[in-house]
T-cell receptor, first 115, second 114 residues
Framework: DTAVSQTPKYLVTQMGNDKSIKCEQNLGHDTMYWYKQDSKKFLKIMFSYNNKELIINETVPNRFSPKSPDKAHLNLHINSLELGDSAVYFC??????????????FGPGTRLTVL | AQSVTQLDSHVSVSEGTPVLLRCNYSSSYSPSLFWYVQHPNKGLQLLLKYTSAATLVKGINGFEAEFKKSETSFHLTKPSAHMSDAAEYFCVVTAMDSSYKLIFGSGTRLLVRP
């Protein structure tokens, strides 16, 4: 049983296309996150949702739109894909939104390649 | 602003020898600090965390880290490396604004030689 799952695992697409990455967690957590890891392994938070409400929204282009239909799902939709969007995207979840108290559990990642 | 600096991008050790992965932090307040591990093609897993309790923190798989305020360091150690320890390790600090977001270091790749 995978705690945090992401689909697809790999995504190869052309510039200008629109794509979505799905994330589901079966841990009963109330907070979910999207992180971007670039080619140099640098990892940075993009968004965070707590009980389906957006609580962290970093300086991310408007082409990125997260959607949380329920507490167990946080999807990431990307419009007009650019070469610079190529990265590994990680979903994570936690019970509560304070890392000092609440461990974040990460999914396996989605490797997005924009050609 | 909070930040962490991982002093080595790569560390190579022989199996059975000690591991030392270095991390220095910058924070105006007493920070919460973490070490995460990422095995190849896998997500990140929490190794250990420091949250202003004991300065020597024990984690999973025999790893531990010591919080040293005077040196602003939070180095990760293990007495004896196993082949399975080969992975990328991230030192992480929490932001002290209301977001509490995790701020990641640049990572250290640990290579374990047979």
């Amino acid at each position: 049983d995978t705690a945090v799952s992401q689909t697809p695992k790999y995504l190869v697409t052309q510039m200008g296309n629109d794509k979505s990455i799905k994330c589901e967690q079966n841990l009963g957590h109330d907070t979910m996150y999207w992180y971007k890891q670039d080619s140099k392994k640098f990892l940075k938070i993009m968004f965070s949702y707590n009980n389906k409400e957006l609580i962290i929204n970093e300086t991310v282009p408007n082409r990125f739109s997260p959607k949380s239909p329920d507490k167990a799902h946080l999807n990431l939709h990307i419009n007009s894909l650019e070469l610079g969007d190529s990265a590994v995207y990680f979903c994570a979840s936690s019970q509560g939104d304070i890392p000092s108290y609440n461990e974040q559990f990460f999914g396996p990642g989605t490797r997005l390649t924009v050609l | 602003a909070q930040s962490v600096t991982q002093l080595d991008s790569h560390v190579s050790v022989s199996e059975g020898t000690p591991v030392l992965l270095r991390c220095n932090y910058s924070s105006s307040y007493s920070p919460s600090l973490f070490w995460y591990v990422q095995h190849p093609n896998k997500g990140l897993q929490l190794l250990l965390k420091y949250t202003s309790a004991a300065t020597l923190v024990k984690g999973i798989n025999g790893f531990e880290a010591e919080f040293k305020k005077s040196e602003t360091s939070f180095h990760l150690t293990k007495p004896s490396a196993h082949m399975s320890d080969a992975a990328e390790y991230f030192c992480v600090v929490t932001a002290m604004d209301s977001s509490y977001k995790l701020i990641f270091g640049s990572g250290t790749r640990l290579l374990v030689r047979p």
